[in-house]
């Protein structure tokens, strides 16, 4: 079955520069949450959208912004970055109408500020 | 708001024990879901059960068995006869009900780091 895909899977990056990631729901899931994981952390939710409108927002710094296109994929765009960014970002998706909760989480990506 | 509390950071058991790995939530609502994730050393996180807060009965999957208790608003998870494979850190968390025009984002607890030695 198609699981949630993310990429990339890893990424390095300098301080100060910019980051994208991408995410690609499930197929006919229009819902998806963005989560940082931090060193020894647990995950915390940044920020989601349903239908391309974003949906709820969590800790997210303003450096960070994020969308969701027509296709249903999402884009977590982080500029200025810093060594504190430097985590596991998973997406999830879920059908909005699933009221539940539960998403399905993809693999994450780990980036790496330097 | 709502809060999920692991106070076991980390549990070290010998292969063959029993293990329970406690969840203590708050939340305000009167409709809400727990689950439980597993995120081994690869960094995945691994759905292993979901529970409504209308549905107080424990659940066995195998060596995996849940105790939901609505009266002490805990969610607890035992693994039986535990194995080195079952070593990884185990997330409890908690998604209120739908809200208009929101999402039901998680709200994870700290984790416990659980190692099953041979």
Redesign the interface.
Known sequence: AAGVIQSPRHLIKEKRETATLKCYPIPRHD?V?W?QQGPG?????LI?F?EKMQ??K?SIPDRFSAQQFSDYHSELNMSSLELGDSA?Y?CAS?P?D????????G??T?LTVV | AQKVTQAQTEISVVEKEDVTLDCVYETRDTTYYLFWYKQPPSGELVFLIRRNSFDEQNEISGRYSWNFQKSTSSFNFTITASQVVDSAVYFCALSEAERDNAGNMLTFGGGTRLMVKP
């Open positions: 819902t949450y989560y952390q647990d995950p915390q939710f989601s349903y949906s709820d969590g596991l998973f879920s909005w699933r009221g539940d909760g539960e998403a399905f989480f693999q994450g780990r």
